[in-house]
Structure formats: C-alpha cells, structure tokens
C-alpha cells in the first residue's frame, strides 16, 4: 500500500484528526499526540453509514488507541497503521 501526502503534520492539531478525500474515497487520518505520525482509516462510521470518523475522539485505553464516533456509543480500536478493529462500547 502507498502512502500519500494529504497534508502537512503541523495541519493538524495533536490530538485530532482530519478528513481527506483520496481516489473518491473518505479517510480519517489522526495525529494521536504531538509526535509527528499520524494513522489513518475510513472515515466511515460502520454502524451508522456515516462518514464522522475523522470528528470522533482519540483516547488510550489498556495500551491501544481507541476512536470513539460521536454517533451514539460505537468505538475503533487500533494496533498499529491499517489493523483497525472494530468494539462496541456497551
């Protein structure tokens, strides 16, 4: 898989992440702390069909790095670049 340039890092608040439209396609990309790197994913919302990924909170939790959509109480969990998993949140 390559990689592209969709923005400079300092574009993008710590803690944060943006939207960026790629080949038609919506990806959430997420800068977890001030550390230049960033992890990317769809930005669409599996169980609502929603693209709102990319506005859900960054959290830590148990050592994983965890997006939580703002629609309603689905959360991500990633273990590193692309290997997201999906959890519910109960």
Not at 70 to 88: E, G, I, P
Request: proline share 3%; glycine share 6%; hydrophobic share 45%.
């Amino acid at each position: 898989m390559a990689f592209q340039k969709v923005c400079d890092i300092q574009d993008i608040v710590p803690g944060t992440g943006v939207c960026a439209l790629i080949d038609g396609q919506q990806v959430a990309v997420f800068r977890p702390s001030a550390a230049e790197e960033v992890r990317a994913i769809s930005n669409m919302d599996p169980f609502y069909q929603s693209n709102v990924l990319s506005r859900g909170l960054i959290v830590e939790h148990q050592g994983e790095l965890w997006v939580a959509s703002r629609s309603r109480s689905s959360a991500l969990t990633c273990q590193q670049v692309h290997a997201w998993k999906m959890s519910a949140l109960a």
